[in-house]
Structures are given as structure tokens and as C-alpha cells.
């Protein structure tokens, strides 16, 4: 996976995605780069449009936001039961003093 990221990297910073390129971003990260993954990469990447592919990729930033969304609802109906056993609570103790 380390090969895929220093290709985005690379991508991302408008480098040229070479064997070479992609073995110092590897070697930066203190990783010794493992020649035939990198040029299994290279070739792999030749023929794709990166820009392209990503703007085709489903975005997982998208599937986690329903779930942030859905945190404060949580916690909101959390703070309402709260608040109904206290209220259940006080009633309790206003019975046994009349």
C-alpha cells in the first residue's frame, strides 16, 4: 500500500511517477522499497489517468459523513434519556415527601 500513496504523492506534487521517484519516497518513510513492486507500479500506471481515476473512485469521506451526522442525533437522544431518569427520579422523591 506504501507503493500506492508514494504514487499519489507523487501525483499529488506534480512529479514524474518514476522507479526512481516512487523508491525515494519509500526510502523517506524508513522503508527499504522492494524493486520489483515499485516497477510491477510503475508499469501498472503507465497507462492510467490518475486524475481521472480519482475523480471516478467512490469517496469513503462521503460514506463517513451520514455517520458523523449521525453522532450529534446519538448523542442528542443520549442527553433526552438523561434527562427523562432525572426527571423520573425527582418525581420519585417528591412522592415520598407528599
Do not use: C, W
Not at 526512481?20 to 520489483?36: E, I, L
Not at 508499469?43 to 451526522?69: D, F, M, Q, R, W
Request: proline fraction near 4%; avoid cysteine.
Amino acid at each position: 500500500m506504501e507503493y500506492v500513496y508514494a504514487a499519489l504523492l507523487l501525483h499529488k506534487l506534480k512529479q514524474n511517477i518514476s522507479e526512481d521517484n516512487v523508491k525515494n519516497v519509500v526510502k523517506a518513510t524508513g522503508v527499504a522499497p522492494d524493486d520489483v513492486r515499485v516497477k510491477a507500479l510503475v508499469a501498472a500506471l503507465s497507462e492510467v489517468n490518475i486524475e481521472e481515476a480519482l475523480k471516478a473512485a467512490p469517496v469513503a469521506v462521503a460514506a463517513a459523513a451520514p455517520a458523523g451526522a449521525a453522532a450529534p442525533a446519538a448523542a442528542a437522544k443520549e442527553e433526552k434519556k438523561d434527562e427523562k431518569k432525572e426527571e423520573e427520579a425527582l418525581e420519585g422523591l417528591s412522592s415520598l415527601f407528599g
